[in-house]
């Protein structure tokens, strides 16, 4: 598997929204809604913008992405700059079940590694028992569960994980 990382640009807005389209359906059959209708064309725009928003290249084919942050308030008082923090992880349908998330996850760790931090820290809705159970597969360790509000008014519940890197 011939994979490398870079920075998303712009032009792969298309992409991401396809990208980006297609993991909120297969969330949805999990009965997984914390993607709510998943994100509009501009919405994606907008989080390339934020420019912390990294793809995954195969052959010089988008086949996952995610954004690494540094900071998170949703952790509460477990936040004190000491963690990196993964957010929309997703990988392409066509490409399920080739490592792809574990090589995104290796490359996060690399880059916490790199900035002297402890944690690699993500969060999953907890009723997606199948996505919790491949982060604990990976090392992950449930830190504790929280309670969120979603779009839809109703109260959703994520578990919050985190590796030592």
Not at 46 to 58: C, D, E, F, R, S
Not at 74 to 85: N, V
Not at 94 to 117: N, P, T, Y
Not at 142 to 158: C, F, M
């Amino acid at each position: 598997m011939n994979l490398e990382m870079r920075q998303a640009k712009m032009q792969d807005s298309g992409e991401l929204y396809e990208l980006f389209t297609h993991a909120a359906e297969f969330k949805h059959q999990l009965d997984d809604h914390s993607w709510q209708d998943g994100f509009s064309a501009e919405g994606v725009k907008w989080i390339l913008y934020q420019g912390m928003t990294y793809v995954a290249l195969q052959a010089d084919k988008i086949v996952g992405t995610t954004a690494l942050e540094w900071s998170d308030k949703d952790w509460g008082e477990l936040e004190q700059g000491d963690a990196g923090y993964i957010r929309r992880l997703a990988v392409a349908e066509e490409v399920h079940g080739q490592g792809i998330g574990r090589f995104i996850l290796d490359w996060a760790m690399e880059e916490v590694k790199s900035k002297d931090r402890k944690y690699l820290r993500l969060d999953c809705a907890q009723n997606n028992t199948s996505l919790c159970k491949y982060y604990e597969n990976q090392g992950f360790t449930l830190v504790k569960s929280v309670k969120w509000p979603s779009d839809t008014g109703k109260e959703t519940t994520a578990n919050l994980y985190q590796k030592e890197v």
